[in-house]
């Protein structure tokens, strides 16, 4: 093993001997050092344990031969640049697989006259790679090997490739990682705390995809159409992730798996879907073929910015699940179809509350999914198009189970289902909405309470079909609003139907009143059954 130095002021190519002190090329056993005044011209493939540039010194690359290092000089340097260094074009190898203590790409300074490598490539086995400074890379980047940490921001301009472990971390300081091509994770890329940009406004492929994990950490993150083969690689701790992608035809955040539950686990973060793409497939998974499966989502809010469709294909049993909230942004859509087609929707469960700026599109008319739920508020400008199916909603916000503020509720003779059947919620809800197609009670408690509230200055509240109350009460809260049952009046044996403030024959029943378990009428109030009753219950005069 020798140091060697290059020979004279004058400009010299890398493959002849004269170029270098003692007249032979550097070798893979080498350290190779370009001196203050000289420039070395690449003109062959070389492969050297180590290469550096002193201050003042010039080393130009050549695009059509490799420059391989395979080991570090007596700094732990495999490539140190302290003078400038032109790409030109030229791919440069670090081969780490010897024993060492830290390979270095660059060193000291920005890599000079065309700033940056073009081509990077990590390769080689068990020492880490250490890349200092600020540092761009022209084309494309592979970070192979076992690990690359980031001492300096690097910006790839083309595609990276992670195939080992790639951490934007060093000594408590994480460093910002962008890659204006694709994100190619086969390995372990963790952001820690730095902020992240992959592929953002991407328009021709997906911004982050491949079979590895991804943790986003705690910084802001930017990142384009979504594609992974991992079931549950992708996570973020906490922050805003956002998803912006141009691209026409694809998902911001689609698993390619079949027959496995994926999950997206974004821990306390914020969500963000803020996109343009001309076909408006924003959040999808329709490569997700497998039956029966759940793709889930975790994240406080999932934010909806822009138009956009989720749904998973050739599956009437997938899931789309959210555990969080959804917000839907004014003059928005989101869609649980493609097209409404009827085998490419999937049902929406929602853990969280869900906020309709905008509109939520969940109809179908020949393949209708169910939609689930934890709050809905429809606000001023809002719209809630229903499944044809069931919306489920299992819990409540600010005393609201259901709040229409203003808004638009589309029912489609869909059914929906206050289910608070989970022994942990409030002894009372309120339901905020005038007219309902079918509706169904199932409170946790007989004792507990929901009340419908009016919403607008009709002084009319419908149910259009049939009301059941199957455990818990069910009342009105504005009595001087008549309420018109069209359908059935069902009361299971744990359920009470109670109108005791209304005003008289401002309760009609225009079906039949099938009473299992307790109707309750106010004293001196009339109330129209004009379908009859059949009671096998509890008829109370309050």
Not at 220 to 226: D, K, L, M, Q, S
Not at 528 to 537: A, C, E, F, H
Request: glycine share 14%; aromatic share 6%.
């Amino acid at each position: 093993m020798a140091n060697i130095t290059s020979n004279g002021t004058g400009g010299g190519n890398s493959n002849d001997g004269a170029t270098w002190t003692g007249g032979s090329v550097p070798t893979s056993s080498d350290n190779a050092i370009i001196q203050n005044g000289h420039t070395v011209t690449q003109n062959a493939a070389h492969t050297f344990k180590s290469l550096k540039v002193e201050s003042g010194g010039i080393w130009t690359a050549d695009g059509s031969n490799h420059l391989t290092l395979s080991g570090e000089d007596d700094s732990d340097f495999a490539f140190a640049i302290d003078g400038t260094y032109n790409h030109t074009n030229g791919t440069v190898v670090i081969n780490n697989g010897g024993g060492g203590i830290a390979h270095a790409a660059i060193r000291a300074g920005d890599a000079t006259s065309t700033t940056g490598l073009y081509d990077l490539t990590i390769s080689g086995g068990g020492t880490t790679c250490e890349i200092y400074n600020s540092t761009t890379i022209h084309r494309n980047m592979e970070a192979g090997g076992s690990t690359t940490v980031l001492r300096g921001a690097l910006t790839v301009n083309g595609n990276l490739t992670v195939q080992g472990t790639l951490t934007t971390i060093f000594s408590s300081t994480s460093h910002n990682l962008t890659v204006t091509g694709t994100t190619d994770v086969t390995g372990t890329l963790t952001c820690n705390a730095s902020t992240i940009s992959l592929g953002s406004g991407k328009s021709d492929d997906y911004a982050l995809k491949g079979s590895g994990t991804v943790n986003f950490g705690t910084g802001t993150n930017t990142v384009g159409a979504v594609q992974t083969t991992s079931a549950s690689g992708i996570t973020k701790t906490s922050g805003t992730i956002t998803f912006n992608t141009t691209k026409t035809g694809g998902q911001s955040i689609g698993p390619n798996v079949s027959n496995v539950n994926s999950h997206f686990n974004f821990g306390t973060s914020t969500v963000n879907f803020d996109l343009s793409g001309g076909f408006g497939t924003l959040f999808g998974i329709e490569q997700h073929v497998g039956s029966s499966k759940t793709f889930t989502i975790t994240a406080a809010t999932v934010n909806f910015k822009s138009n956009g469709r989720i749904y998973q294909n050739n599956s009437d049993t997938n899931i789309v699940k959210i555990i969080g909230d959804l917000v839907i942004d004014a003059s928005k859509t989101l869609t649980t179809y493609f097209d409404n087609a009827d085998d490419f929707g999937s049902k929406l469960e929602v853990t969280g509350d869900v906020t309709l700026n905008g509109t939520l599109n969940a109809y179908s008319a020949s393949n209708p999914k169910p939609m689930d739920f934890g709050s809905l508020v429809i606000a001023g400008g809002g719209t809630y198009s229903a499944t044809s199916g069931t919306t489920t909603i299992t819990n409540e916000k600010s005393g609201h189970a259901w709040k229409n503020n203003g808004g638009t509720f589309t029912h489609n003779n869909g059914k929906v289902l206050i289910d608070f059947d989970t022994g942990n919620l409030a002894q009372s809800t309120e339901v905020k909405e005038n007219t309902f197609y079918d509706l169904e009670v199932k409170l946790d408690q007989a004792g507990y309470e929901l009340r419908l509230e009016d919403h607008s200055s009709t002084n009319a509240m419908d149910i259009l079909n049939n009301l059941t109350v199957t455990k818990g009460i069910f009342d009105t809260m504005t009595k001087s609003d008549t309420l018109t049952i069209h359908g059935q009046t069902i009361i299971e044996s744990d359920g009470v139907f109670t109108q005791a403030d209304h005003d008289t024959n401002k309760i009609i029943h225009n079906g039949i009143v099938r009473n299992s378990g307790t109707y309750k009428i106010n004293n001196g109030t009339t109330v129209k059954m004009n379908g009859g009753i059949r009671n096998l219950g509890t008829i109370t005069v309050a």
